[in-house]
C-alpha cells in the first residue's frame, strides 16, 4: 500500500501568516526551528519540537509533516511530536533505546486515533528526529522528512527518503534524477500511524558528534525546493536560527507549494564557535 503525498501545486492564494516560533537561552548545543504554512496553504500540517531532556538525555529535536484529511494530517503531526518528546524524556535505556521506544509508542497512538474517529481513518506522520547526548547522537525515521548533516564544508543526508521511487532507485530501476523528477516522488511507502506495525529507520549505534557540526532536520516542502548545496552554504554560514529563517524564506520564494519546516542543530567549536546563537523551542501552537 503507498500514500500518496499532498501534491505540490497551489491550492488557493491566502494571505501569508508570519513563522512560528518562540525562543529561549539555554546551554549548548545550539538550537533553532522555525515552521511556516507556505504560500498556498491554509493549514500547517508541519509540527516540530525541540526538547531539552535532562541529565542523560540531552537534547530533542523532532520533524513531522501529517497527512490526512479534515485536519487529520494536523493532529497526527502534533501527536508524533509531543509523543515522542514525553516518551524519550522518561524512557529507559540508552537514548538510542529511549529514542526508538518513544517513536513506536507515538506510532500506536497515532494508528488508534485513526481507528477510533472515522473522520480521522487513515491519517498519517512522517517523522524525523535527532536526539544529542554529549558528543553522541542517535536519530530515527519514518517517511520523507529528512536528516542532513554540514561537516567539514559538506553536506550528507544521513536518512533515506521511505517513498516509491526510492525504492525503485534501490532496486535499480529508476535512477535519483529520475527519482528527483518523477511526479510521484511523494508517494509514500512507509509512514507513522498507517499499519498496525511501524517500518522506521533506527540508528544501531550513536553517531560521533564533532565540534563545528551542523544538523538539519527539515520537512519535504524545503528539500524540495531547496537543493543540497544551496542547504550546506546556508548551514555553514549562519547560526542556528538564521539559517532556519534564510531557509524557510528561500523555499517560499520558489513557490512554497507546502509547508516549510526547518529544524538546525549547531554544535559548538570550528567555525560554529564564532556564531552568535540563538534558540527556539516548540513551534507548533
Known amino acids: 500500500m503507498f500514500w500518496r503525498r499532498k501534491k505540490k501545486q497551489p491550492l488557493s ?19 533553532s526551528l522555525v515552521s511556516d504554512v507556505g504560500c498556498h496553504r491554509e493549514l500547517n500540517e508541519d509540527s516540530g519540537r525541540i526538547v531539552h531532556a535532562g541529565p542523560g538525555r540531552g537534547l ?5 509533516d501529517g497527512m490526512g484529511g479534515h485536519q487529520a494530517g494536523e493532529v497526527a ?14 524512557g529507559e ?3 538510542g533505546e529511549a529514542l526508538a521506544a518513544a517513536f513506536r509508542k507515538a506510532h500506536q497512538r497515532i494508528f488508534d486515533l485513526g481507528h477510533a474517529d472515522r473522520s480521522m481513518s487513515g491519517m498519517g506522520t512522517t517523522c524525523t528526529a535527532l536526539a544529542i547526548n554529549g558528543d553522541e547522537a542517535w536519530a530515527a525515521h ?14 550528507y543526508q544521513l536518512s533515506e527518503d521511505h517513498t516509491q521511487c526510492m525504492e525503485m532507485v534501490r532496486r535499480g530501476l529508476m535512477t535519483m534524477e529520475e527519482a528527483h523528477q518523477h511526479e510521484d516522488r511523494n508517494v509514500l511507502t512507509h509512514a507513522m500511524g498507517t499499519r498496525p506495525q511501524l517500518h522506521a529507520m533506527f540508528f544501531d549505534a550513536p553517531m560521533k558528534v564533532l565540534p563545528g557540526d ?32 534564510k531557509l524557510v ?11 516549510v519546516t526547518a529544524a538546525v542543530v ?10 552568535k546563537e540563538t534558540r527556539d523551542i516548540e513551534v507548533k501552537e
Open 13 to 31: 492564494i491566502a494571505p501569508e501568516p508570519a513563522p512560528t516560533e518562540t525562543a529561549a537561552t539555554g546551554p549548548e548545543p545550539m538550537a
Open 60 to 64: 530533542l529535536v523532532i520533524v513531522a
Open 77 to 90: 503531526s502534533q501527536t508524533a511530536v509531543e509523543t515522542i518528546g514525553k516518551e524519550y524524556r522518561t
Open 93 to 95: 535505556g540508552t537514548p
Open 142 to 155: 519514518v517517511g520523507d522528512s529528512r536528516l542532513y548533516l554540514v561537516r567539514d564544508g559538506s553536506i
Open 214 to 245: 551542523k544538523y538539519l532536520l527539515c520537512s519535504d516542502g524545503l528539500h524540495d525546493l531547496v537543493s543540497e548545496s544551496d542547504m550546506q552554504d546556508v548551514l555553514r554560514f549562519n547560526g542556528s536560527e538564521p539559517a532556519c529563517r
Open 249 to 259: 524564506t528561500m523555499a517560499k520564494g520558489r513557490g512554497g507549494f507546502d509547508n
Open 266 to 275: 549547531s554544535i559548538p567549536g570550528g567555525d560554529a564557535a564564532a556564531l
